[in-house]
């Protein structure tokens, strides 16, 4: 069984547009994590929510946007899409002692 | 505030040679110490964990040890194999629980030789 999951694996689109990264964890964590990888694999925390409460909103343009339904959905949206929005986006949840799990990663191609 | 500084890869090894790659971290208080692995096309994996001082973290052959007297990290193999190619970073916890926030470093490229 899939313990986080991210839709779509690969997301190709034009600059100025609004797209949608979609993250589920299974493992009845109480955090989770939007993370962006940039193309020297250098690994930046974007957000974080805590019972569907944000508590950590690193400087990251107000362009994205996360939302979590419930504990298990954290959902990242990104209007205006930039150029140098394109990177690989990773999704994590993590209950005790921060040992965060992993989704496979969004890689996000902005043209 | 807490930074995460690793060596600057990447590193390429023979099969069977000793691993080492260096950490070392500045932080406030009494942080959690992480090694993740990233293996080509995946996301990160934990690798291995310490929590407190002169605590040793292991898995999969891979050793590393909380220094906090040099405030260090470093992680060990003593003979690597081709599947061991990957990613890895070192990453701090400066909070206890899930509330926390983890620092990476920027990541070790390791390459491994047949």
């Known amino acids: 069984d899939t313990a986080v999951s991210q839709t779509p694996k690969y997301l190709v689109t034009q600059m100025g547009n609004d797209k949608s990264i979609k993250c589920e964890q299974n493992?009845?964590?109480?955090?989770m994590y939007w993370y962006k990888q940039d193309s020297k694999k250098f690994l930046k925390i974007m957000f974080s929510?805590?019972?569907?409460?944000?508590?950590i909103n690193e400087t990251v343009p107000n362009r994205f946007s996360p939302k979590s339904p419930d504990k298990a959905h954290l959902n990242l949206h990104i209007n205006s899409l930039e150029l140098g929005d394109s990177a690989v986006y990773f999704c994590?949840?993590?209950?005790?002692?921060?040992?965060?799990?992993f989704g496979p990663g969004t890689r996000l191609t902005v043209l | 505030g807490n930074s995460v500084t690793q060596m600057e890869g990447p590193v390429t090894l023979s099969e069977e040679a000793f691993l080492t790659i260096n950490c070392t971290y500045t932080?406030?208080?009494?942080?959690?110490l992480f090694w993740y692995v990233q293996y080509p096309g995946e996301g990160l994996q934990l690798l291995l964990k310490?929590?407190?001082?002169?605590d040793k973290g292991s898995n999969k052959g891979f050793e590393a040890t909380y220094r906090k007297e040099t405030t260090s990290f470093h992680l060990e193999k003593g003979s690597v194999q081709v599947s061991d190619s990957a990613v890895y970073f070192c990453?701090?916890?400066?909070?206890?629980?899930?509330?926390?926030?983890?620092?990476f470093g920027k990541g070790t490229k390791l390459s491994v030789k047949p």
């Open positions: 932080a406030t208080g009494y942080p959690s």
């Open positions: 493992l009845g964590h109480d955090t």
């Open positions: 994590a949840s993590s209950q005790v002692d921060n040992e965060q799990f």
């Open positions: 990453a701090l916890s400066d909070q206890w629980g899930s509330q926390g926030n983890l620092i």
């Open positions: 929510y805590n019972n569907k409460e944000l508590i």
């Open positions: 310490a929590t407190k001082a002169d």
